[in-house]
């Protein structure tokens, strides 16, 4: 994957350069911040974007985490563990959004604007109904299970880094995504089903 | 169409990549997929969402780093309904105030000087303590092992009378038993995993978190459910009866502590860990002995030591971020409320004062990360265990070993010494609790 040789280095191994970098931002050099900004911003992006299920607020999402690091970052003890600490920032601005998405009603832009009834045409648009389909099964796998998913699946990353990443012991990672999978896997083909009854006229 | 789900004993397998696994594990996975027509379907399933997932074609819009730009600009950033936020430089951003001027970046290093050179020589005090208490350490003796559960157990807790052991499991369920046969008293269900279980000090109740969200509190004496807590929105992972039986403070990872009281469900003060901008998963608390403080800790590398009546932190312990990044995986009290004791991801515990937050030893005989940690009743040692596989006896206040337990095969998820300080009951993710006998000397 693209994103793997930037996450497979440890953040405890971060380079010296990134931590000469967090620690003039943390002493509110803006430009050094902005070097980081760079540095993981195509990475948080794709990671909560994967997360939500959808660009536009994935995009926002990023601009959230990366105002909250800033904000916070003179907090952080370690400078080596910046990237480990705004992985779960990003991860903590994802829940956030879903909880309160949840009790708002907010419904997803892409789903609104297709519906899933929608995707449910024949011909070459059925690769895009596929993608589609799978970004929103993705989204609501468990909160938990999720971040693990995405980052073994899609990032490619090891165990070992996924659990110094989320924080959590590494012999549950294989368990998450193995729950995590199950679940995307009978989410997926419920709305593969659900997609499908009003195409055959059905309801 | 249908999905059956995969076989429980090999959907862990199927589910990682082939080549995490190992030649064997390869083979046994291949011979059981092939006779197996639900892990067959499973495997074809797993394989296709793969390989649609890594193809999800990249975001069609990126980030503008608008947060970069002047605030004229600003005007054109886009929003989302219902949580706008203005658009601002890092520099328009209020920081908090530095921790580390020159001065006190130099009394800093000057008191790190000191600090590793004191930890120095603690640490060849205490090798050399060790050295001499190791050979005098004695290995734990299992007296029974409760093989009942089908998963992980990551949750124990002994009556107070001290006959009975109720434990919680990734099977779902609590099994109460008899500590001495093993024989079950009863069981029950939640609709996940049980991370957490303690008895009431009175002797009354069982209370248990789970991942399904709630904490149930059943009557030991009539086997029934008394009440289920829906206050988290998260996973329950820690729970902590108040010294008078009248309250339970739960923790989360819906990043929450919550005090409530058992009669009425009513509570009594939601905490949020860590920082309402920065909150963080709750893994664990305790409830100290004499009734009137809680110490929280989670996925932040701090203790918080909170007023019980009103949730006021009174004291924060900054647990030392290692290379790992600190995580605080356990606390417990001492019994006379004055220290408190936090076991880390670093694979360390730390004893320190609860309202000074000043060190009293670190315990750093664990070869990896640190999940449960116990305070013997009578005060004398303190019991830990994690992800090396073994528990450790030693002393609270020198930090020396004194015993170490070997018969886990797996992480140790939880331990609970009995009333009288003569034994531990350990669980672990080898699927067994095991009752050892725990004195010395």
């Known amino acids: ?203 | 169409m249908p999905n059956q789900p995969p076989c429980i004993a090999w959907a862990e397998k199927l589910a990682v990549r082939y080549e995490d696994l190992s030649a064997a594990d390869q083979a046994a996975l291949d011979a059981h997929v092939e006779g197996c027509a639900a892990c067959q379907e499973a495997q074809a399933d797993y394989y296709f969402l793969d390989a649609r997932l890594r193809a999800l074609p990249p975001p069609v819009i990126k980030p503008f780093p608008r947060l970069f730009l002047p605030a004229a600009d600003d005007q054109e950033a886009t929003h989302l309904p219902g949580r706008a936020r203005a658009s601002r430089r890092w520099s328009d951003i209020e920081r908090p105030p530095q921790r580390s001027g020159s001065f006190p970046t130099l009394l800093k290093r000057v008191l790190g000087g000191i600090l590793i050179a004191s930890l120095v020589l603690t640490l060849m005090v205490a090798f050399a303590g060790r050295s001499t208490n190791t050979s005098a350490a004695r290995v734990g003796v299992t007296l029974l092992t409760y093989d009942r559960h089908s998963n992980f157990v990551d949750a124990v807790a002994w009556s107070p009378d001290g006959r009975y052991v109720a434990s919680g499991s990734w099977d779902r369920t609590v099994q109460v038993w008899d500590a001495r046969t093993g024989a079950l008293l009863f069981s029950y269900r939640h609709d996940d995993l049980v991370d957490a279980v303690a008895w009431s000090p009175d002797g009354r109740y069982i209370a248990s978190g789970s991942w399904d969200g709630t904490v149930q509190v059943w009557d030991v004496q009539t086997e029934r459910l008394f009440r289920t807590y829906r206050g988290h929105t998260s996973f329950v992972t820690t729970l902590a009866w108040s010294p008078d039986s009248q309250y339970i403070a739960s923790g989360s990872w819906d990043s929450t502590l919550q005090v409530w009281n058992v009669q009425t469900g009513i509570l009594r003060f939601r905490y949020y860990y860590n920082a309402p901008e920065l909150p963080e998963q709750v893994n664990a608390v305790a409830w100290s002995p004499n009734g009137r403080y809680i110490a929280v800790g989670g996925k932040a590398e701090n203790v918080y030591v909170l007023n019980a009546q009103t949730g006021t932190p009174v004291n924060t312990y900054w647990q030392n971020e290692g290379p790992v990044g600190s995580v605080v995986n356990a606390v417990a009290w001492s019994p006379d409320s004055t220290a408190i004791a936090s076991g880390d991801r670093d694979g360390t515990v730390q004893v320190w004062q609860a309202f000074t937050g000043k060190p009293i030893t670190i315990y750093k005989g664990h070869t990896d990360e640190v999940y449960a940690v116990a305070w013997s009743p009578d005060g004398r040692y303190i019991a830990s265990g994690g992800l090396d596989h073994t528990v450790q006896v030693w002393q609270a206040t020198k930090g020396l070993l004194v015993l170490t337990y070997r018969g886990h095969s797996n992480d140790i998820g939880a331990l609970a010494w009995s009333p009288n300080s003569r034994y531990i009951a350990s669980a672990s993710w080898d699927d067994t609790v095991q009752v050892w006998q725990a004195t010395y000397g």
């Open chain 1, 1 to 203: 994957m693209s994103s793997y040789q930037t996450w497979d280095s440890p953040a405890s191994d971060a380079s010296s350069e990134e931590c000469h970098l967090v620690v003039q931002a943390q002493a509110g050099n803006q430009s050094a911040f902005e070097a980081l900004y760079e540095r993981y911003n195509n990475q948080i992006c794709r990671y909560l974007i994967r997360m939500v299920g959808n660009d536009g607020v994935g995009c926002e999402l990023t601009q959230e985490a990366f105002l909250r690091a800033w904000e916070a970052l003179a907090g952080l003890r370690d400078p080596t563990r910046f990237a480990s600490w705004l992985y779960r920032i990003a991860t903590n601005c994802a829940y956030t959004y879903q909880h309160h998405a949840k009790h708002l009603h907010l419904v997803s832009w892409d789903v609104y604007e297709g519906g899933l009834e929608h995707l449910s045409v024949a011909g070459p648009e059925k690769q895009v109904e596929e993608t589609e389909l799978l970004k929103l099964a993705l989204a609501q796998v468990s909160a938990t299970y999720r971040p693990c998913l995405i980052l073994y699946v899609v990032e490619d990353l090891p165990q070992r880094k996924i659990a110094d990443l989320l924080k959590i012991k590494e012999s549950s990672v294989s368990k998450y995504v193995s729950r995590g999978k199950e679940e995307l896997r009978q989410i997926y083909h419920r709305l593969l089903k659900e997609q499908r009854v009003p195409a055959r006229g059905e309801r």
